[in-house]
């Protein structure tokens, strides 16, 4: 493969992955290629990532694919063994040894990982099937149980449980991650060299935080979600202060529009207002909370927890086909994995378990209709699917009227709207509809809102 097809198919997989890179800077990209030595490998990778990487979250999935297409070494060539490199002649104890060496200085850790990879993540597969495996190379060294061994040599007449012993742990901890690491490196590597590199990087690469859609999120990726939500909801805030700033004019100032209208003979060709009293917006949140949008649901609870502080109200409400306030569960500081228990077992959401849109909004409204006002911004998270029921579509016109703003966010792809009991287009008539799958497209509906 030519270094122009690997730079072409590099850049294509950056955007498959999901990192944003536009021509222009991928010709950026091979102008750079130009200015530096090709033979050092990291100064390629710093020139790739200096054109192409805009954001630090891009990082990760930017150098697994970096190392599928400019691979440190290949199979066909394979870099010079050190003298003191693993030979095929040691024994597994041997090479055990060997590993609680590097767990303590890492110093050729990924040379050894490569020759691990060689002879112990093979294994005999059906033809165009997988061959290459991380898991009998774990397994065959069991780096993990090198800790008690590791720790006995380091602490030799220490003191045991002391800040020594938590440094030392800490360390082989991060070198044992950066083994197993190693070795899921050279396995792609090889796997890559056998099926392609863009076989396995559709499955290994996983997308950036910010395209990570947010029906399939993770509990590790909620973690991280937190993180981005808080900027957003701040934004959030702001817009929804903006538009009402602007979009409204102060009181009339009387006096003053009559003074400035004494140099114009007494005409008031201007007018004059009363600045409005800066507040904050008060918002209501109504969530789907069907299994269908479980995971919508967790990241709607993050978004509440961040909304919190920026409002001056917040009420939140869900439904399946029942709804319930459930404000109660997003105390500030509460643990969200027990925020979520306790929402599951004490709220009074479900009746029949089929979700029900229409008697969603017709019971809010019996129940809870006081909480929207003239104030109040309400906002609608969930996939509109009703199950064939009633929409009462006039209920939630009405109340839609009474807030100041109504918006509603759905995480379906628009593709799928209106197919089988969904009713996007007719909900959306009432309350305008967005698509929101991650944090990108919420970023997008908030900029829009200005």
Known sequence: MSLLDRHVGFVHALREAGVPVSPAEGLDAARALALIDLGERESLRAAYAA???????????????????????????????????????????ELRERLAGLLIDAGGMAAF??????????????????????????????PETLMARILAEVLAGQERGGLAE???????????????????????????????????????????????????????DLGRLRREVHPLARRLATRLTMRHRHGRRGRLDFRRTVRASLSTGGVPLTTHHRPRRPHKPELVILCDTSDSVSSFAHFTLLLTYALREQFSKVRAFGFVDRVDEVTRFFTPGADLVEAMTRLAEESDMIRFGRTNYGQAFEGFATRYGDAIGPKSSLLILGDARNNYQPMALATLKTLAARARHAYWLNPEPRAQWDTGDSEATAYGAAVPMYECRNISQLSIFIEELA
């Open 166 to 220: 938590k440094n030392a742990r800490r360390r082989v901890e991060d070198n044992i991650r950066r083994f197993e690491e190693a070795v899921a490196s050279d396995v792609r590597r090889r796997i890559a060299e056998d099926a392609g590199p863009e076989r396995i990087a559709r499955s290994a690469v996983r997308p950036p935080l910010d395209q990570v859609d947010f029906l399939r999120i993770t509990r590790a």
């Open 51 to 93: 054109t192409l990487i805009k954001r630090p979250a891009y990082r990760p999935g930017f150098d697994m694919l970096f190392d599928l297409w400019f691979p440190p070494v290949t199979t066909a060539a394979p870099a010079p063994r050190p003298a003191s490199g693993p030979t095929g002649e040691e024994s597994l104890e």
């Open 113 to 142: 990982a490569r020759a691990m990879v060689d002879r112990y993540g093979r294994r005999p597969a059906a033809e165009g099937r997988q061959n290459w495996f991380s898991y009998p190379v774990l397994r065959a060294l069991s």
